[in-house]
Nanobody, 115 residues
C-alpha cells in the first residue's frame, strides 16, 4: 500500500520557520523524483520545489527561492521542506508528490502564516 504522509504544518507568524516532512512507504522511494506543491484557497495547485532521486539536484519556484530548502533521506524514505522567512502569501495546503513509474500524492498539511 502506497502512502505519502505529510506532517509539520501549523500556524506561524510572518518571518517564522516551519519544517515539513513527508514519510513515504509502499514504493521504491530512492527511484522517485520528489516534490512539494501547495494550494492556497481559490488558487490552483502550484509547484514549490523538486529534488531528484539522488538528492543532489533541486529546483525551486521563484516565489520561494532563497527561503525554502527541499531535502531527502533515502534511507528513511522521507522528503523535507525547510521553510524560513515565511510570508502571509505562503499560506496554503502543502502536498508532497512522488514521480516515477507512477505518480503519488500525499493528503496535504495546512500551513498558515498570520500574525
Amino acid at each position: 500500500q502506497v502512502q505519502l504522509v505529510e506532517s509539520g504544518g501549523g500556524l506561524v507568524q510572518p518571518g517564522g520557520s516551519l519544517r515539513l516532512s513527508c514519510a513515504a512507504s509502499g514504493f521504491t522511494f530512492s527511484r522517485y523524483i520528489m516534490s512539494w506543491y501547495r494550494q492556497a484557497p481559490g488558487k490552483e495547485r502550484e509547484l514549490v520545489a523538486v529534488i531528484n532521486s539522488a538528492g543532489d539536484s533541486t529546483t525551486y519556484a521563484d516565489a520561494v527561492k532563497g527561503r525554502f530548502t527541499i531535502s531527502r533521506d533515502n534511507a528513511k524514505t522521507a522528503v523535507y521542506l525547510q521553510m524560513n522567512s515565511l510570508k502571509t502569501e505562503d499560506t496554503a495546503v502543502y502536498y508532497c508528490k512522488g514521480i516515477g513509474s507512477r505518480v503519488y500524492w500525499g493528503q496535504g498539511t495546512q500551513v498558515t502564516v498570520s500574525s
